[in-house]
C-alpha cells in the first residue's frame, strides 16, 4: 500500500497542502515586521549615500530632519498625486516596479538632503548585475556634477567578488567624481577593469578584481538612471 | 495475553532520556564523527559566512533549527513516507523549515539576513542536513533523531564559530564587533586582509583539522 502510486500521490498532494499552507501562514503574520525593516533599511541607505551612520543613531528622527523629498517625472516636473489621485510619498516609490516601465512613464523620488543652505541631491538609480538586480542612491552636489557619495546594494551578486559593491571602501571611491565631461556631457562615473590601476580622471575609478560584469552593471545604472534626471537638473538650475 | 506483550515495550521506554548509548548521539558529532572536520560536509558555507562572528552564530542557530526539527518530522512520518518519492519529501521538508527561519529573519534581523543572503537559502542543500535526515531519521524514533538533529547541528555549530573567531579578529580586530585591540591599546594592530577572504577560512579550517587528527589520531583510508 505504502508503495502504490494513489498512496504516493496522496502522501505529496496532502504533504503540499500542509507545507504550503504553512509558509503563507507564516509569510503573512511575518510581513508588517518585514515591511518595517525594509523602510528603516531604505531610509538607511539613503542617508548611507551623505553620510556614515552609527549603530545607535536614530535613523527614522535623522531621516525626518534632514531629508525632503519629492517625486519628479521624466520632464523633470514635480507631481504630487498619482493618476488616482492619491498623494505620492516618495519613500513608497517602487524604483523596481518603475524600472519595468518606459523610462518616460516612470515616476523619479528625489531626496534632498538639506545641511546649512547646501543641498544635496540623493536619487535612487536601478539595474543588472551579473546574476540579479542591483540598486543604490548617489547623492549629488548642487551644481549636479559632483558625486557627494554612492550607497549601493544587490540581490544576488557573488560574495566576495560582486557583492563588493556594497563595501565602505569601493563606495568611498565615487566621491568627488564628476558626473559630465568639460564640454558639458553626461558620462557618468565608470569602473574600469581590475584593481588597483589608479590614479583614474574625474570619470573613472578602480574596478573589482573578478567583478567586472557588475561593476559594468554599476557603470550602465548610473549613467541611465543621471540621464532620467537630466530634465529635472536643467529645471531645479533654473529655479536656484 | 495483552497483558503480556505490552511489558516489553513499557520496559524499553524506560530508557532514559539521556542515557548513555543516546548521549553518544550529540557527542560523536561533536569532535570523533564531526560533519566538517571528519565527514568535510557543509564546507561551502562554513567558508562563506564566517567572515564575522554575529552573522555565523545566527547562521549556527538556524542550522541547528533546521537539523533538529527536520529530523524530527522526518522520524515521526518515517513510517507514512512513500520510499520511492523520501528524497523529495525529505526536501520539501528542509526547505520549507529554511524558508520559514528566512522569513523571520528578514522580519526581525535584516541586516544579518542581508549579510547571509543567500546562504541561509542554500542550508537547503547541505549536505549535513540531508545526510542526517537519509542516514538516521528514516530508521530511528523520534526523540533520537532530535539528539541526533543537536550532535550534528552543534557539531557544525562550534567548527564554524571557531573560524568566525580567528578570522575576525584578525582580519577584522574585532570579536561580535567589538574592536579588542583597541580596547587593550593596541590601535595599530596590523589587520590581515586575507582571513577576510575566503582563503582564510580555509586556512584556520586546516589548522583545527590538523590538530584534531593529531589529538585523535583518525586518518582517512
Redesign the interface.
Known sequence: MRQSNTYIYLFSGIMTIVLGGMLSFAAEVLKPFQKKQIELDTKKQILGAVMQLNEQDDVLAIYDDKIQSIVVTYNGDVVEQDDSGKPLIAEKVNIEKNFKLDPKERLFPVFKYNEGDKTTYILPIFGNGLWNNIWGYVALGDDFNTIKGIALDHRGETPGLGARITEKEVQERYKSKKVYNSSQELVGVSMVKGEGKGPHDDHHIDGMAGATITGNGVNEMILNYLGYYENYFKKEKQRN | MSEVAEQPVAKKKSEALLSKRRRKFVSDPLVDDNPITIQVLGICSAL?VTVQMKPTMVMSIAVVFVIVFSNLIISALRN??????RI??QL??IA?LV??VD??L???L?DVS?VL??FVGLIITNCIVMGRLEAFAMGNKPWDSVLDGFGSGFGYAWIILTVAFFRELLGSGSVFGFKVFEAIGWESFPTNGLMV??IGAFIILGIIIWVQRTKTGYVEN
Open positions: 562563506a507514512l513516507i512513500p520510499n520511492r518519492v523529495i519529501v520539501a521538508v520549507s524558508v520559514l522569513q523571520v528578514k522580519a526581525f535584516y542581508k543572503s543567500v577572504d575566503s
